[in-house]
């Protein structure tokens, strides 16, 4: 059974910094599309940052490029988001999600990816 579990989120100050961490467990990282998605308070989930770790394909939301950089590591069977220069509104649930088939490239659409995490929650204040 494929398990995807969110760490690293926190209570952050305007400006701040966070690293999310996405351990696998069930499924070996090869050829898949990741993504990290969002849910900020009374909003839909959006994807923010996806990664192919076949072409090492990325891709960013406009909200957040330039500020969040997502990293994969096979070898930790493990994905990551590096959130910088923080804003209040990056506040949300912060999800990962692995597509199993193998492929090229990755979207920031939902429907391609068929395992989630439960979240990790991101609080941006001062």
Excluded: M
């Excluded at 690293?19 to 923010?48: D, H, M, Y």
């Excluded at 990293?71 to 506040?91: C, F, G, R, V, W």
Aim: hydrophobic letters at 35%; a negative charge; one cysteine or more.
């Amino acid at each position: 059974q494929v398990q995807l579990v969110e760490s690293g989120g926190g209570l952050v100050q305007p400006g701040g910094s966070l690293r999310l961490s996405c351990a696998v467990s069930g499924f070996t990282l090869g050829e898949n599309a990741v993504g990290w998605f969002r849910q900020a308070p009374g909003k839909e989930r959006e994807g923010i940052s996806c990664l192919s770790t076949r072409d090492l394909t990325v891709d960013y939301a406009e909200s957040v490029q330039g500020r969040f950089i997502i990293s994969s590591d096979n070898a930790k069977n493990s994905i990551y988001l590096q959130l910088n220069a923080l804003k209040p509104e990056d506040t949300g649930a912060y999800y990962c999600a692995l597509r199993r088939l193998s492929g090229h490239g990755c979207a920031l659409a939902e429907w391609i990816y068929d395992s989630w995490g439960q979240g990790t929650q991101v609080t941006v204040s001062s």
